[in-house]
């Protein structure tokens, strides 16, 4: 879930201006040491929490861009927040007047700290605002639980301080099963006192200011829970979670975050969203666990359900991979830059290039996870929102030519060319994370061609739309996935403007120039905006066919 969209920062740190645009669900921000990747969390984090680290609040004179400490200017450091509220954020009763002065779902909020001022000041959209409105603005931010976990945490210790709220989630799950059993605390109790009887009296004798002596059992279940803790079980011993490795250890302090925030937002109301900052995820994890604790960010933050959005550094390549925007940080002159490159490959050569991160062939990515390969963007488009809709079991990428090689323009031909060049790549895949092909409908007659370089074992499947899957209203002109969409698709697409003909019997047509240039753009765009059940009517078959191949193993 994406709910901050852009952060602005001047004067903080190694920061003389750094605006990070286009933020996504998860967004990873890599580059080399030293490049001022932690001083943007540490800003976000002075932002929700008025502390740069864990109880160390930001300090203008510790704090302020060191480069522009002798100019004879006031010294100020200034964080700027957009927010967009998706749908699903929602304001509690008796936070009207929040909403109100909010003026939206869309709005900026800065803070601004002075030497001379103990507090920040506050503006909403370039207005300063009054110390009343200013505590509208904390009523707001507090409906955002912000997490910031810096590398050098250990993950151990992040897991002790979140047993209260672990054990809090679990009292609240036993709910009214719990009341079945509260009986058992009174036998507890009764046998305890029992069990220490003559202790008590001979304690009680020796010295007479005592009155008497008791075992602390439990007297409810939120007393059971208090010692909870991780055991993890290796044969037939049981381990405690700090004696597992430090990787091990990660996944379990995000798993048992993610849980505790999304049970806040099920239990309660007033907590809206998550935000966590996060400094390299990856650290200390080898290949397959950092693969899949990255897998893991991207899944917890994008699904439907979501009401989470992570910003983390990294110099991992899987990472990036995952995230759904990239943002590049480097040193220019002494002052931290960031970037934002027009695609997630063009981000990773760059990371490649600059030494932060190693090079990867564009079909080794996700490397736990299937591959489908489309002919070009408007089928990705198409099979991306109908792996949204359908909720494989496991997460599975969709990719097209031009993604993988900015040289290629996409279409058939290519698309078989490129396979065929780079078979080597596609071999080297784990089989459980196969490259799904799958080829336009006109291109059936070249599958079994294209197989011929790859062994019956290799991780590859080749796949094209069936006559099946066509909707019996549209003819051979809709030359590609699109002879597959419903007729709601079709009828929108005509209504913003495509040319369609239509015949007598209601069989349509479009002529081969007006469709590229304008039906076909603005079919993706309806598709983009959101599927109904019913699109899937004539595809559905083929495209659960493709997700079961992608997941066979």
């Given at each position: 879930?994406?709910?901050?969209?852009?952060?602005?920062?001047?004067?903080?740190?190694?920061?003389?201006?750094?605006?990070?645009?286009?933020?996504?669900?998860?967004?990873?921000?890599?580059?080399?040491?030293?490049?001022?990747?932690?001083?943007?969390?540490?800003?976000?984090?002075?932002?929700?929490?008025?502390?740069?680290?864990?109880?160390?609040?930001?300090?203008?004179?510790?704090?302020?861009?060191?480069?522009?400490?002798r100019?004879?200017?006031?010294?100020?450091?200034?964080?700027?927040?957009?927010?967009?509220?998706?749908d699903?954020?929602?304001?509690?009763?008796?936070?009207?007047?929040?909403?109100?002065?909010?003026?939206?779902?869309?709005?900026?909020?800065t803070?601004?700290?002075?030497?001379a001022?103990?507090?920040?000041?506050y503006?909403?959209?370039?207005r300063?605002?009054?110390?009343?409105?200013?505590?509208r603005?904390?009523?707001?931010?507090?409906?955002?639980?912000?997490?910031?976990?810096?590398?050098?945490?250990?993950?151990?210790?992040?897991?002790?301080?979140?047993?209260?709220?672990?054990?809090?989630?679990?009292?609240?799950?036993?709910?009214p099963?719990?009341?079945?059993?509260?009986?058992?605390?009174?036998?507890?109790?009764?046998?305890?006192?029992?069990?220490?009887?003559?202790?008590?009296?001979?304690?009680?004798?020796?010295?007479?200011?005592?009155?008497?002596?008791?075992?602390?059992?439990?007297?409810?279940?939120?007393?059971?829970a208090?010692a909870?803790?991780?055991?993890?079980?290796?044969?037939?011993?049981?381990?405690?979670?700090?004696?597992?490795?430090s990787?091990?250890?990660s996944?379990?302090m995000?798993?048992?975050?993610?849980?505790?925030?999304?049970?806040?937002f099920?239990?309660?109301?007033?907590?809206?969203?998550?935000?966590?900052?996060?400094?390299?995820p990856?650290?200390?994890?080898?290949?397959?666990?950092?693969?899949?604790?990255?897998?893991?960010?991207?899944?917890?933050?994008?699904?439907?359900?979501?009401?989470?959005?992570?910003?983390?550094?990294?110099?991992?390549?899987?990472?990036?991979?995952?995230?759904?925007?990239?943002?590049?940080v480097?040193?220019?002159?002494?002052?931290?830059?960031?970037?934002?490159?027009?695609?997630?490959?063009?981000?990773?050569?760059?990371?490649?290039?600059?030494?932060?991160?190693?090079?990867?062939?564009p079909?080794?990515y996700?490397?736990?996870?299937?591959?489908?390969?489309?002919?070009?963007?408007?089928?990705?488009?198409?099979?991306?929102?109908?792996?949204?809709?359908?909720?494989?079991?496991?997460?599975?990428?969709?990719?097209?030519?031009?993604?993988?090689?900015?040289?290629?323009?996409?279409?058939?031909?290519?698309?078989?060319?490129?396979?065929?060049?780079?078979?080597?790549?596609?071999?080297?895949?784990?089989?459980?994370?196969?490259?799904?092909?799958?080829?336009?409908?006109?291109?059936?007659?070249?599958?079994?061609?294209?197989?011929?370089?790859?062994?019956?074992?290799?991780?590859?499947?080749?796949?094209?739309?069936?006559?099946?899957?066509?909707n019996?209203?549209?003819?051979d002109?809709?030359?590609?996935?699109?002879?597959?969409?419903?007729?709601?698709?079709?009828?929108?697409?005509?209504?913003?403007?495509a040319?369609?003909?239509?015949?007598?019997?209601?069989?349509?047509?479009?002529?081969?120039?007006?469709?590229?240039?304008?039906?076909?753009?603005?079919?993706?765009?309806?598709?983009?905006?959101?599927?109904?059940?019913a699109?899937?009517r004539?595809?559905?078959a083929?495209?659960?066919?493709?997700?079961?191949?992608?997941?066979?193993?």
């Amino acid at each position: 879930m994406r709910l901050i969209s852009r952060i602005e920062i001047r004067g903080f740190r190694s920061i003389r201006h750094c605006a990070v645009d286009g933020l996504d669900d998860f967004t990873a921000l890599a580059g080399l040491n030293n490049s001022g990747k932690s001083n943007v969390l540490r800003a976000l984090n002075a932002f929700f929490t008025g502390e740069t680290d864990e109880r160390t609040p930001l300090d203008v004179a510790a704090d302020y861009h060191r480069p522009d400490l002798r100019l004879k200017k006031a010294k100020e450091i200034t964080v700027s927040v957009s927010f967009v509220l998706p749908d699903k954020f929602r304001f509690r009763k008796r936070l009207e007047n929040v909403e109100s002065l909010l003026g939206g779902r869309e709005f900026e909020i800065t803070k601004k700290w002075r030497v001379a001022l103990p507090i920040a000041a506050y503006s909403l959209n370039g207005r300063d605002l009054t110390p009343e409105e200013t505590l509208r603005i904390d009523q707001f931010l507090q409906l955002v639980s912000f997490r910031y976990i810096p590398n050098r945490v250990m993950p151990v210790d992040v897991l002790r301080s979140q047993r209260e709220a672990l054990r809090d989630v679990l009292v609240r799950r036993l709910g009214p099963k719990a009341k079945q059993h509260e009986a058992a605390f009174d036998i507890i109790r009764d046998t305890s006192e029992s069990l220490i009887q003559g202790l008590s009296d001979d304690l009680s004798t020796a010295s007479p200011d005592i009155g008497s002596v008791h075992l602390a059992t439990p007297s409810s279940w939120t007393d059971v829970a208090f010692a909870l803790g991780y055991r993890v079980v290796e044969g037939d011993v049981e381990l405690e979670d700090a004696l597992q490795g430090s990787g091990v250890q990660s996944l379990l302090m995000l798993e048992t975050l993610h849980l505790i925030d999304r049970d806040y937002f099920q239990q309660f109301g007033w907590r809206q969203a998550a935000i966590w900052a996060l400094e390299e995820p990856e650290s200390s994890l080898h290949a397959s666990l950092e693969a899949r604790v990255a897998s893991y960010l991207a899944t917890i933050s994008t699904e439907p359900s979501s009401r989470l959005q992570v910003v983390c550094t990294s110099h991992s390549d899987l990472v990036v991979q995952h995230a759904g925007q990239a943002v590049l940080v480097h040193r220019e002159d002494g002052h931290t830059e960031c970037e934002s490159p027009s695609s997630p490959r063009d981000a990773l050569e760059q990371l490649a290039r600059a030494g932060v991160s190693r090079w990867s062939h564009p079909l080794l990515y996700y490397p736990l996870d299937p591959i489908v390969l489309v002919e070009g963007k408007y089928d990705a488009a198409f099979l991306e929102e109908a792996f949204r809709y359908y909720r494989p079991r496991r997460p599975v990428h969709v990719t097209y030519l031009e993604m993988l090689d900015d040289d290629k323009s996409g279409g058939k031909d290519d698309t078989i060319r490129y396979l065929k060049a780079h078979a080597k790549a596609i071999k080297t895949r784990r089989p459980d994370a196969p490259v799904i092909v799958v080829l336009d409908w006109d291109a059936a007659g070249q599958v079994a061609g294209l197989l011929k370089r790859f062994d019956p074992n290799d991780p590859i499947r080749v796949l094209a739309w069936p006559d099946s899957s066509f909707n019996p209203l549209l003819n051979d002109t809709f030359r590609g996935i699109e002879r597959s969409f419903s007729n709601r698709v079709v009828k929108e697409a005509e209504a913003r403007g495509a040319v369609i003909y239509r015949s007598p019997s209601g069989e349509c047509s479009v002529e081969r120039s007006s469709y590229e240039k304008k039906a076909k753009p603005l079919l993706a765009q309806i598709v983009k905006e959101g599927l109904l059940k019913a699109d899937f009517r004539h595809s559905s078959a083929f495209v659960k066919k493709i997700l079961t191949e992608a997941q066979a193993n």
